[in-house]
């Protein structure tokens, strides 16, 4: 009777390898990768190996640092170890406050006159935020309660900015979208067989993506925005460099605009005294005289 061959050991980085992929992973965009995300790393970089046709994870780590390979791989080695987590109307109560609460304080600022609004979501990853303000901030617009608006997204993985700019998405991941909205704003592949569905033409045309690294020393984009938009991605980065981004974002909102962080993330203690707390995870900026306080 014949037997099958025992399976050959799974490859893995070598600690080596490993830990100079993490280093530079932080120093890059800030991002800590402990022993304990090993296994994740590995696993995400095995498509690497297998699109680059090297014989395993060791080889894949000679190839970057002592084969001259990290500046030509330096993207894709981003958009495999960074984690892309988003979901439309994510934290809704930041939308409810965008529609209820900053806008019309933008607009009172603003004589009564329903302004162009600029919006930025900082870590946009696959563009449900960007998205999601979008569908409000246009429902307002349909209601003469805004005139236009724009929408910034940006993100750091090349890969997710791809899938934002094509605004594809499996039907049940954008159940959360009120069915209004869905029938306003949505439209159903024509191949019945392809259970997706994509944003509107129109709405597509209001949000537009770029590449950033929140790391970088200066962000090139406007000084004059009204909402930002850095949901749940502070928290992978040590409180320096929390800090500093902080800091930078805070220098490209206009007086009175306003700056959302995710629920588990904080203020606190970051030294950016130009912003001041209006609700739980809701911060303003600069507030001018005389504007209501939204808590």
């Given at each position: 009777m014949?037997?099958?061959?025992?399976?050959?050991p799974?490859?893995?980085?070598?600690?080596?390898?490993f830990?100079?992929?993490?280093?530079?992973?932080?120093?890059?965009?800030?991002i800590?990768?402990?022993q304990t995300?090993?296994?994740?790393?590995e696993?995400?970089?095995?498509k690497?190996?297998r699109?680059?046709a090297l014989p395993?994870?060791q080889a894949?780590?000679?190839?970057?640092?002592?084969?001259?390979?990290?500046d030509d791989e330096?993207?894709?080695?981003?958009d495999?170890?960074t984690?892309?987590?988003?979901?439309?109307?994510?934290e809704?109560?930041?939308?409810?406050?965008?529609r209820d609460?900053?806008v019309?304080?933008?607009t009172q600022?603003?004589g009564?006159?329903?302004?162009q609004?600029?919006?930025?979501?900082?870590?946009?990853?696959?563009?449900a935020?960007a998205?999601?303000a979008a569908?409000v901030?246009?429902?307002?617009?349909?209601?003469?309660?805004l005139?236009r608006f724009?929408?910034?997204?940006?993100?750091?993985s090349?890969?997710?900015?791809?899938?934002?700019?094509?605004?594809i998405?499996p039907?049940?991941?954008?159940?959360p979208?009120p069915?209004?909205?869905?029938?306003?704003?949505?439209?159903?592949s024509r191949?019945?067989r392809?259970?997706v569905?994509?944003v509107?033409?129109?709405l597509r045309?209001?949000?537009?993506?770029?590449?950033l690294n929140?790391m970088?020393?200066?962000y090139p984009?406007d000084?004059?925005?009204?909402?930002?938009f850095?949901?749940?991605?502070?928290?992978?980065?040590d409180k320096?460099?929390q800090n500093?981004?902080?800091?930078?974002?805070?220098s490209?909102?206009?007086?009175?605009g306003f700056l959302?962080?995710g629920?588990?993330?904080?203020?606190a203690?970051?030294?950016?005294d130009?912003?001041?707390s209006?609700?739980p995870?809701?911060?303003?900026?600069?507030?001018p005289a005389?504007?209501?306080?939204a808590?």
């Amino acid at each position: 009777m014949s037997t099958q061959p025992a399976s050959a050991p799974l490859d893995h980085l070598s600690d080596k390898h490993f830990n100079a992929i993490a280093r530079f992973i932080e120093a890059r965009v800030g991002i800590k990768l402990p022993q304990t995300k090993r296994t994740m790393v590995e696993g995400r970089l095995r498509k690497r190996v297998r699109a680059l046709a090297l014989p395993g994870l060791q080889a894949y780590g000679a190839h970057l640092f002592e084969r001259g390979g990290l500046d030509d791989e330096l993207v894709h080695l981003i958009d495999c170890v960074t984690t892309n987590k988003t979901d439309f109307f994510r934290e809704p109560s930041h939308f409810e406050f965008l529609r209820d609460v900053a806008v019309p304080q933008i607009t009172q600022r603003q004589g009564g006159r329903p302004p162009q609004l600029k919006i930025w979501s900082a870590a946009s990853s696959t563009g449900a935020e960007a998205y999601t303000a979008a569908m409000v901030l246009q429902d307002m617009v349909a209601a003469g309660k805004l005139a236009r608006f724009s929408i910034l997204g940006t993100d750091v993985s090349t890969e997710v900015l791809r899938d934002a700019r094509a605004a594809i998405y499996p039907r049940a991941f954008v159940a959360p979208v009120p069915a209004a909205m869905q029938q306003r704003y949505l439209m159903r592949s024509r191949n019945p067989r392809e259970d997706v569905v994509r944003v509107t033409p129109e709405l597509r045309r209001t949000v537009h993506f770029e590449r950033l690294n929140l790391m970088d020393e200066s962000y090139p984009f406007d000084r004059d925005v009204d909402v930002i938009f850095c949901r749940n991605v502070l928290i992978y980065f040590d409180k320096p460099t929390q800090n500093a981004v902080l800091s930078r974002l805070a220098s490209h909102l206009r007086p009175g605009g306003f700056l959302m962080l995710g629920h588990s993330e904080s203020m606190a203690g970051s030294g950016v005294d130009q912003l001041r707390s209006v609700v739980p995870t809701v911060y303003q900026a600069g507030s001018p005289a005389g504007a209501r306080s939204a808590a």
